[in-house]
């Protein structure tokens, strides 16, 4: 596309000159993209690598604490007991209970109140009933194994007795 002295018209000289613009432009998109979905990819494998060793040791400061109170438990079981030491060994396996239970409530775990509230089977597990003038009909009367949740969530149903009302002899 040259003229008669050989030169290449200006209009062809832009076009040229655009595309080659518009190469370089695409090129260095293109470039950007892969760098992008390089790194997002290194991202992914680094969120996938961390969510999974959170799963695997994320309870370990749990156990850390609970292995001070298995401590406490087993140097009880290794004192011996005698009739003078006896109120002292109570006193040292309520503390060390005690300490349990603070350590379960830094975890936000909680017991839920059951004795003498009205049985709900959200919360409570029925094992039975026992005719009682002790509690309302349909309270609970006894509680076998407490119920407990985790934060808001319930973790443990409680296995309760039902009271019901004493038939008339």
Sequence with gaps: MSDENGQVPESSQTTTSFEEDFK????KYKNDFL?????FENYRRHAVKERSELMKYGSERVFIELLTVLDNFERALQSKVTAESLQNYVKGVEMTAGEFKSLLQRFGVTEVPALGLPFDPSVHEALGAEETSDFSEGH??????????????????????????????
């Design 24 to 27: 370089a432009q695409a090129e």
């Design 140 to 169: 609970v009367s006894k509680v076998f194994r407490k119920p407990y949740k985790l934060l808001d969530k319930f973790i443990r149903p409680g296995q309760v007795v039902v009271a019901k009302t004493p038939t008339a002899k």
């Design 35 to 39: 760098y992008l979905k390089a790194e």
